[in-house]
């Protein structure tokens, strides 16, 4: 009797976390469409970027002190439990990002989803007035049905949560439960009507002839995607240092808002704008320009270090798809294939989590190509040094 008590208690828990997620990442999925066919339509929406900076800024300041630490705030909080995470950071970081990407900041998704996931299930977890190891497991179980949700790949969504933040000793009890959250957040996410990305990789080199050769040049890849992670996070600590010295906090996001408005109007492209799925798409069948991954890589420094809101793998896609791409005029792989590897690798280095990229890279490109991304993506993760892009991790290491 008691094992059917906590089958149904963690049904119930599985069930609460992953439908109310899976909708919430629908409409935040749909309202990021929404607002970046208005900017696309609406070119004059760049010269907001300091004032939306501005205004970010000031509700983080009014509403989300206890908050402004984002996806680290809920990473540390499930290795060690301290207090609820404030439901108010769902709708902020929310409303943040969609106001990022109205104005063009060059942001990603992932860390929206992971706290409005973390938010939730924080507040599920109290509902149900759950805590200790219980409490951890629901925190677990929101950051992987965020994730998965939001990108359209359940199994990569467990495997990020349990990378990232399970105690090696809790993994694999935490697998399953987290699994099927996101699961059912998936399920959800898709049944009312939201839509993911489609790449079409094309076809791949035949893995019994010239198969050293091939290895050798993936071997290559996953090296410059580990060296492209490091600079990144580097890049990223050295703006984040830069802007902290500027005392008030509101003026941080405004003068970033004013560099990134003099780079668009240097540039004069709106593919770096937002999270650029197009130019994602395109990069899978035309070689990238040389230096579109350095462009994008810049911008979106810029834009989350200075303080406006979004999460930062799907710039991670953009710069190592476009990297991939643009290495096929030099290295002797299919397009399709160097940009597929590129768009896990730069990930998996930047973010320490080979086999959840792996696992993703499989979700969305096939099973195929498995052998090649888990090569690129451990070399990747060695490569790019100790650190990571959470901060938590970086004092880990």
């Given at each position: 009797?008691?094992?059917?008590r906590?089958s149904?208690?963690?049904?119930v828990?599985?069930?609460?976390?992953?439908?109310s997620?899976?909708l919430?990442?629908?409409?935040?999925?749909?309202?990021l469409?929404?607002?970046t066919?208005?900017?696309?339509?609406?070119?004059?929406?760049?010269?907001?970027?300091?004032?939306?900076?501005?205004?970010?800024?000031?509700?983080?300041?009014q509403?989300?002190?206890s908050?402004?630490?984002g996806?680290?705030?809920?990473?540390?909080?499930?290795?060690?439990?301290?207090?609820?995470?404030?439901?108010r950071?769902a709708p902020?970081v929310?409303f943040?990002?969609?106001?990022?990407?109205?104005?063009?900041?060059?942001a990603?998704r992932?860390g929206t989803?992971?706290q409005?996931?973390?938010?939730?299930?924080?507040?599920?977890?109290?509902?149900?007035?759950?805590?200790?190891?219980?409490?951890?497991?629901?925190?677990?179980?929101?950051?992987?049905?965020?994730?998965a949700?939001v990108?359209g790949?359940?199994?990569?969504g467990?495997?990020?949560?349990?990378?990232?933040?399970?105690?090696?000793?809790?993994r694999?009890?935490s697998?399953?439960?987290?699994?099927?959250?996101?699961?059912?957040?998936h399920?959800?996410c898709?049944?009312?009507?939201a839509?993911?990305?489609?790449?079409f990789?094309?076809?791949?080199p035949?893995?019994?002839?010239?198969?050293v050769?091939?290895?050798?040049?993936v071997?290559?890849?996953?090296?410059?995607s580990g060296?492209?992670?490091?600079?990144?996070?580097q890049?990223?600590k050295?703006?984040?240092?830069?802007?902290?010295k500027?005392?008030e906090p509101?003026?941080?996001?405004?003068?970033?808002?004013?560099?990134?408005?003099?780079g668009?109007m240097?540039?004069?492209?709106?593919?770096?704008?937002?999270?650029?799925?197009d130019?994602?798409?395109?990069?899978?069948s035309?070689?990238?320009?040389p230096?579109?991954?350095?462009?994008?890589?810049?911008?979106?420094?810029?834009?989350?270090?200075?303080?406006?809101?979004?999460?930062?793998?799907?710039?991670?896609?953009?710069?190592?798809?476009s990297?991939?791409s643009?290495?096929?005029?030099?290295l002797?792989?299919?397009?399709?294939?160097?940009a597929?590897?590129?768009f896990v690798?730069?990930?998996?280095?930047?973010t320490?989590?080979?086999?959840?990229?792996?696992?993703?890279?499989m979700?969305?490109?096939?099973?195929?190509?498995?052998?090649?991304?888990?090569?690129?993506?451990?070399?990747?993760?060695?490569?790019?040094?100790?650190?990571?892009?959470?901060?938590?991790?970086?004092?880990?290491s």
């Amino acid at each position: 009797m008691e094992r059917w008590r906590w089958s149904l208690k963690w049904a119930v828990y599985i069930l609460s976390v992953g439908t109310s997620i899976g909708l919430m990442s629908a409409i935040f999925l749909k309202s990021l469409d929404w607002v970046t066919e208005l900017r696309n339509t609406n070119d004059w929406l760049i010269y907001l970027l300091p004032l939306v900076g501005l205004l970010i800024a000031f509700f983080y300041k009014q509403y989300g002190a206890s908050v402004v630490r984002g996806n680290d705030l809920i990473f540390e909080e499930i290795q060690a439990e301290s207090k609820p995470i404030p439901l108010r950071m769902a709708p902020l970081v929310f409303f943040g990002t969609l106001l990022t990407h109205l104005v063009g900041g060059s942001a990603g998704r992932e860390g929206t989803a992971v706290q409005m996931g973390g938010a939730i299930a924080s507040k599920i977890a109290k509902i149900f007035r759950s805590t200790g190891p219980d409490r951890k497991l629901i925190l677990i179980m929101g950051v992987s049905s965020g994730f998965a949700s939001v990108f359209g790949t359940p199994f990569a969504g467990a495997f990020f949560a349990l990378e990232v933040v399970a105690l090696k000793e809790k993994r694999i009890l935490s697998f399953l439960p987290a699994l099927l959250t996101a699961l059912v957040a998936h399920v959800v996410c898709l049944s009312v009507g939201a839509k993911h990305s489609d790449y079409f990789v094309g076809n791949l080199p035949n893995f019994d002839r010239g198969i050293v050769k091939v290895i050798l040049l993936v071997v290559i890849l996953g090296l410059v995607s580990g060296s492209i992670s490091f600079c990144y996070m580097q890049l990223s600590k050295s703006a984040s240092g830069i802007f902290s010295k500027i005392k008030e906090p509101m003026l941080r996001p405004v003068i970033g808002g004013i560099l990134l408005l003099i780079g668009y109007m240097t540039i004069v492209d709106s593919r770096f704008m937002g999270l650029g799925i197009d130019s994602i798409q395109q990069s899978f069948s035309v070689p990238s320009q040389p230096f579109d991954f350095l462009i994008k890589l810049l911008l979106t420094v810029l834009t989350l270090s200075s303080g406006f809101k979004g999460g930062e793998v799907t710039p991670l896609f953009f710069i190592g798809a476009s990297m991939g791409s643009a290495l096929s005029l030099f290295l002797p792989l299919p397009l399709g294939m160097m940009a597929a590897i590129g768009f896990v690798a730069v990930f998996a280095g930047a973010t320490k989590t080979p086999i959840a990229s792996t696992i993703m890279g499989m979700e969305i490109f096939g099973p195929q190509i498995g052998v090649y991304l888990c090569i690129a993506c451990y070399l990747s993760y060695f490569v790019s040094g100790k650190g990571s892009i959470y901060d938590f991790k970086k004092a880990e290491s």
